[in-house]
């Protein structure tokens, strides 16, 4: 038996260190009043899936690389951004399964909701040759990186 409380078979306590939640501390408070502000709930949830999209960057020789485990999604259900001229976006969303009435859920494990990431590309990079695939739920953004010219060095032959 856990000590820990549980909700849909997550862990869910603030002082454990392997919980699953984002702790908010106004998540109690009746904040949707004349600044209709989204419910805390709603936001705490949307958080929590900025915080659980994850993708790797490596830089080769060529150029930038991020790859994205994206399970589940389909390409049209990803987008992939370049704004202000260097930032790179990578969002989209992953809708929850629609629930029957009979239904008796376990266990929700499962994330849904929208993710946004965001990465400031360096002055080399070519953003008019990004591409990017998707395969097997792998999200594959390639960044191709501009050649440094080496300066010409140019020997002196000295005299004397």
Sequence with gaps: MSLIPSVF????NVFDPFSLDLWDPFKDWPFNSALSAPARSDLSNETSQFAATRIDW???????VFKADLPGLKK???KVEVEEGNILQISGER????EEKND????IERSSGKFLRRFRLPEN?????IKASMENGVLTVTVPKEEVKKPDVK??????
Excluded: C, L, Y
Excluded at 58 to 64: F, L, Q
Excluded at 95 to 98: E, G, L
Excluded at 155 to 160: D, F, K, Q, V, W
């Design 9 to 12: 078979g997550q862990r869910s």
């Design 58 to 64: 490596k830089e080769t020789p060529e150029g930038h």
């Design 76 to 78: 049209e259900e990803v």
């Design 95 to 98: 809708s929850r399964d629609k």
């Design 104 to 107: 008796t859920w376990h266990r």
């Design 125 to 129: 990079a070519k953003m008019d040759q």
């Design 155 to 160: 020997a002196i032959e000295i005299s004397g």
